[in-house]
């Protein structure tokens, strides 16, 4: 694993250390890179030792700098191992809707928690094992947003086509204490997750607030491509539920 550098700002440590666009990092202080979240955090000391690939061969650079000090390099993608993708199969997944014929990045089916921390993208945490649970403690990635969809077991492995899902009030319950916050979403399936159902995702999801901050509720969207068997929510019923939604 490495992170291919794609620019080098002008002025900045490693523009005089003469690193370039294509050389790769390897390691910071002997850790290697995963991503550009690895890169941040063990790139935060003053003194820094950075394994290179420059030209062709690794060199070890020693660097000391000022606390805060940039080293200035930009990478060509934020995970260096590739992206992790989703292990569920939600009758209402958004690629199931997706026109033939887009740029070939709307196709990947992402859940990687990296870039739930980066960007705000929305995951299942269906796909975590206990190493990255060992980083999410050491590096405390927060706040991670969550597509909970339903707080009960049975019916979120029912909701994500994933009979193995483990069960989320447990991870949120981990996440609380080791002190990452958590944004969480409900994607709301006519007849499935609504109802009662959905009274006790929402009670119980508040139930752990100050570490869950937030719930989106958001009806489940089809397009005419989707090839799923259900259906939207109607005019009247979509009116019912932000009543109740509002009370809460």
């Given at each position: 694993m490495s992170g291919v550098i794609a620019e080098v700002k002008p002025g900045s440590i490693a523009a005089e250390l003469g690193l370039r666009a294509g050389?790769?990092?390897l390691a910071i202080n002997g850790r290697p890179l995963r991503d550009v979240?690895?890169?941040?955090?063990?790139?935060?000391?003053?003194?820094?030792?950075?394994?290179?690939?420059?030209?062709?061969?690794?060199?070890l650079f020693e660097i000391e700098r000022d606390y805060g000090e940039d080293l200035g390099l930009e990478f060509t993608a934020h995970t260096?191992?590739?992206?992790?993708?989703?292990?569920?199969?939600?009758?209402?997944?958004?690629?199931?809707?997706m026109p033939p014929g887009l740029r070939s990045s709307l196709y990947i089916p992402?859940?990687?928690y990296r870039l739930s921390f980066l960007f705000?993208?929305?995951?299942?945490?269906?796909?975590?094992?206990?190493?990255?649970?060992?980083?999410?403690?050491?590096?405390?990635?927060?706040?991670l947003y969550i597509?909970?969809?339903?707080?009960?077991?049975?019916?979120?492995?029912?909701?994500?086509?994933?009979?193995?899902?483990?069960?989320?009030?447990?991870?949120l319950r981990r996440l609380r204490d080791l002190g990452i916050q958590v944004h969480a979403?409900?994607?709301?399936?006519?007849?499935?997750?609504?109802?009662?159902?959905l009274e006790r995702s929402v009670t119980d999801?508040?139930?752990?607030y100050p570490a869950v901050q937030s719930i989106a509720v958001v009806p489940v969207g089809l397009t005419r491509y989707h090839r799923g068997r259900m259906r939207l929510y109607t005019a009247a019923e979509a009116r019912d539920m932000l009543v109740r939604i509002a009370s809460w």
């Open positions: 050389d790769e990092v979240i690895d890169y941040q955090f063990y790139s935060a000391e003053e003194t820094l030792e950075v394994l290179v690939r420059h030209q062709g061969e690794e060199v260096f191992d590739g992206i992790r993708t989703c292990d569920n199969h939600c009758p209402f997944c958004y690629l199931k809707g992402d859940d990687d705000g993208n929305f995951v299942t945490l269906t796909n975590l094992d206990e190493k990255d649970w060992q980083r999410l403690a050491e590096q405390r990635l927060s706040p597509s909970v969809h339903a707080t009960d077991a049975a019916l979120r492995r029912r909701l994500l086509g994933n009979a193995s899902a483990p069960d989320v009030l447990e991870q979403q409900i994607v709301l399936v006519p007849g499935i997750n609504d109802g009662a159902a999801l508040a139930s752990l």
